[in-house]
T-cell receptor
Framework: DSGVTQTPKHLITATGQRVTLRCSPRSGDLSVYWYQQSLDQGLQFLIQYYNGEERAKGNILERFSAQQFPDLHSELNLSSLELGDSALYFC????????????FGPGTRLTVT | GQQVMQIPQYQHVQEGEDFTTYCNSSTTLSNIQWYKQRPGGHPVFLIQLVKSGEVKKQKRLTFQFGEAKKNSSLHITATQTTDVGTYFCAGPSGAGSYQLTFGKGTKLSVIP
């Protein structure tokens, strides 16, 4: 158990819909990262928050957005969903801003039908 | 942008055989991290290497960071079925970058 929690575990929704994925980092960790992992693909970095502020952005689509709240939990919002958005979405947390090991949550499996 | 390549993509070994996966970066890395993802699981941090030429061991696993800090390897001696999974290397996406670029991983299968 990494100490990072993600909800929900599974999500099935239709194209065009909007969903919110939730992540609670390990106690004391200030950085939260979001990754997308498609079938047989590596981990694609989406976005990083540190202590409530966005600090790095990867290949995140404009239809996707995220935020980190004062209690440090984070939400990833995916809108106008397409079939290609079906993937595993992982949240990870780390103690600091950079060059720290990341602890991954169990992931949310999103299926868009 | 920075690229991290891993080879091989897949490796099937007989239990007891050794296994090595290689990671190459297009740029010099300040550090490299290795993660393991079991089937159906999430990536788990294994180790971080920082120094040029660094070698670290964890039981049957040996991690190396190249002298030029552009490549790394993970070697498993006498594989066991518990070693099954995908091994990822990851490095900072650029100088001073806050994000990691992950390789596509090497998927290890161990035949009992």
């Amino acid at each position: 158990d990494s100490g990072v929690t993600q909800t929900p575990k599974h999500l099935i929704t239709a194209t065009g819909q909007r969903v919110t994925l939730r992540c609670s980092p390990r106690s004391g960790d200030l950085s939260v990262y979001w990754y997308q992992q498609s079938l047989d693909q590596g981990l694609q970095f989406l976005i990083q928050y540190y202590n409530g502020e966005e600090r790095a952005k990867g290949n995140i689509l404009e239809r996707f957005s995220a935020q980190q709240f004062p209690d440090l939990h984070s939400e990833l919002n995916l809108s106008s969903l397409e079939l290609g958005d079906s993937a595993l979405y992982f949240c990870a947390s780390s103690a600091g801003l950079a060059n720290y090991e990341q602890y991954f949550g169990p992931g949310t499996r999103l299926t868009v039908t | 942008g920075q690229q991290v390549m891993q080879i091989p993509q897949y490796q099937h070994v007989q239990e007891g055989e050794d296994f090595t996966t290689y990671c190459n970066s297009s740029t010099t890395l300040s550090n490299i991290q290795w993660y393991k993802q079991r089937p159906g699981g999430h990536p788990v941090f294994l180790i971080q290497l920082v120094k040029s030429g660094e070698v670290k061991k964890q039981k049957r696993l040996t991690f190396q960071f190249g002298e030029a800090k552009k490549n790394s390897s993970l070697h498993i001696t006498a594989t066991q079925t518990t070693d099954v999974g995908t091994y990822f290397c990851a490095g900072p996406s650029g100088a001073g970058s806050y994000q990691l670029t992950f390789g596509k991983g090497t998927k290890l299968s161990v035949i009992p």
